[in-house]
């Protein structure tokens, strides 16, 4: 039998926290990214981008944190919904990847130090375990990529339909269902720490 090699708590609980510190800056070099490699492209709503890429970067910080599991959902639906408006900006399905890609190589810098202070077993299984979280939303991006292509095939006779011919309350409604969304993990998870927090203070007191 193989061994399974699994990320303690305590490194994924550090991962998380170094995300959520740089969190602003993810998003800030993730976005100017996308912007200048798009400058020629479709006209591209920068403050729905940002709001997405936000999101994204937000539900990765609760994947490496007490209610991953709960946040696995979320992660797959955002990443859906940005393939789905990834074809209504034009782009093409490797464009799709490129643009999800891009946020593995910022993690790979922004938490390269943090990574590496970890002991050498929970470091590679922290980094696969982002890895492969990262790899499913790609997928579910490119899924929800193909089915809104689809959609566009069968109701507009193949004319693409860009993101400034879409009605933008659709588009922040379902943001705002997913902020909202994201929240409600946010909260769960504060509440378990704070129950962990005093476990371990009654522990301490014992």
């Given at each position: 039998m193989g061994l399974t090699m699994r990320p303690s708590n305590t490194s994924l609980t550090a991962v998380s926290r170094a995300m959520a510190a740089g969190r602003d800056d993810l998003v800030r070099d993730w976005a100017a990214w996308i912007v200048h490699r798009t400058a020629q492209g479709p006209h591209?709503?920068?403050?729905?981008?940002?709001?997405?890429?936000r999101l994204l970067v937000g539900i990765v910080i609760q994947l490496a944190g007490p209610v991953r599991r709960k946040a696995a959902q979320l992660w797959f639906d955002t990443c859906e919904h940005y393939g789905r408006i990834a074809a209504a900006r034009g782009l093409a399905a490797g464009e799709v990847v490129e643009e999800m890609q891009h946020l593995r190589e910022l993690l790979?810098?922004?938490?390269?130090?943090?990574?590496a202070a970890?002991?050498?077993?929970?470091?590679?299984?922290?980094?696969?375990?982002?890895n492969r979280q990262?790899?499913?939303?790609?997928?579910q991006a490119v899924v929800g990529y193909t089915d809104?292509?689809?959609?566009?095939?069968?109701?507009?006779n193949g004319?693409?339909?860009f993101v400034h011919d879409q009605p933008d309350p659709e588009i922040g409604s379902r943001l705002e269902q997913l902020e909202a969304e994201l929240e409600q993990v946010r909260a769960v998870a504060a509440r378990e720490e704070g129950e962990t927090s005093a476990e371990r203070g009654v522990r301490s007191a014992e």
């Open positions: 591209l709503d920068r403050p729905i981008l940002e709001r997405q890429l790979i810098r922004h938490l390269s130090d943090i990574i970890l002991p050498a077993r929970y470091s590679m299984a922290t980094v696969l375990r982002l990262l790899d499913k939303g790609i997928a809104a292509l689809v959609e566009t095939l069968f109701n507009q004319v693409p339909v």
